[in-house]
């Protein structure tokens, strides 16, 4: 017996089938997921997200902030920089006016700044942020992205934040951005939210990393040692969230099997996977 809820992200379109907010939540639910997460538009659309949950009892577990502008924040004009803090900021009190406990957040965005590092513009910016997620009473879960050493920057920031700030463990970008590093080791008991998916790893020979490579596979479909990542899930008692998609990359193909599923098809076969990986995780708790 499993005691964590499991929750997915929503993910409309499947394939061919287009189904609005409301039905796509509803099958959810009858698939069996307990929970779900969204994606920022806007104020009305958090509303309705929030009614659906309430009537299907379903968990709104999070919601994904913007992340277009992040390195605005960082390498940005101070104009550019408020932009983007407003847009985060108006995500923190989108949730807050739904009662969604906790923003998804990245911090960096760019796979070609190598000459740039993470700077004190950033870090200001970011605990602007960080404050009045602690005002609105939300927590904020910095996800694992490309320039680790940005989240680092953040994460330190948010050790005089415990109660506001913690990290999101994407288990895919953990393979094809982060070489595979133990990421919620370098945080550890920092745990807050998760994003679970499969990938197979850096494509290029080099080792570059690139967003092409972020596939959401569903979980056994890719190079994921997933009895490690159910060890190192087992010290979190949270829900377990699945971040996937049925849409291929840029000249890629390997979600395109998912796109010729039904929604129901489809649904189906994540909740058999994520099943499986909680039962992993509760096998991990007991050893």
Known sequence: MRNQKLCLALMSPYGSARLNTEEEIR?????GFEGFFCGWGNLDYLKEC???AGETGMYFQSVHAPFGRCRDLWHGTKEAAQTAIDELTGCLEGCARTEVPIM?????IGFEDYDLAPNDFGRANYETVIRRAKELGVKIAFENTEGAEYLDAVMKIGEEYPDTVGFCWDTGHEMCYNYSEDMPGRYPGRLIAT???DNLGIRDYGGRTFWYDDLHLL???GVGDWEDIARRLAVFDGPLTFELTTHSKPDRHENDKYAKLTPEEYLAEAYARACRVATLVQKAKKA
């Open 195 to 197: 994003h679970i998916n």
């Open 104 to 108: 998804v957040s990245h911090v960096y």
């Open 219 to 221: 979980p056994f479909d």
């Open 50 to 52: 929030r009614r659906i």
């Open 27 to 31: 099958l959810i639910a009858k698939t």
